[in-house]
């Protein structure tokens, strides 16, 4: 299993990212995804997840209204598109199947500041 995140970036309050992982070593389209996110110190903490077929999505009351999680399976691809970033969104964004026990990305650090 292997995840590769990309998409991470330095933005202004009020930008948007997208966040890409691109999935192999596994039949992506089986399994259900999340993105988490962890700042330094801090638990990792789950942001969002879709179902295998892309058609149950979940977020983080943290982040509901303002991110959206999304999959291509022909792809073998998972997004995460950032909308209204605050500065309290600043982490290292971590691709992940099968929850805290399961398989995980390098992660892809995302800074919000002026």
């Known amino acids: 299993v292997q995840l590769v995140e990309s998409g991470g970036g330095l933005v202004q309050p009020g930008g948007s990212l997208r966040l890409s992982c691109a999935a192999s070593?596994?039949?992506?389209?089986?399994?259900?995804m999340n993105w988490y996110r962890q700042a330094p110190g801090k638990e990792r903490e789950w942001v969002a997840g879709?179902?295998?077929?892309?058609?149950?999505?979940n977020y983080a009351d943290s982040v509901k209204g303002r991110f959206t999680i999304s999959r291509d399976n022909r792809k073998n691809t998972v997004y995460l598109q950032m909308n209204s970033l605050k500065p309290e969104d600043t982490d290292v964004y971590y691709c992940?199947?099968?929850?805290?026990?399961?398989?995980w990305g390098q992660g892809t650090q995302v800074t919000v500041s002026s």
């Open positions: 070593g596994f039949t992506f389209s089986s399994y259900a």
């Open positions: 879709i179902t295998s077929a892309g058609g149950r999505t």
């Open positions: 992940n199947r099968g929850g805290r026990n399961g398989y």
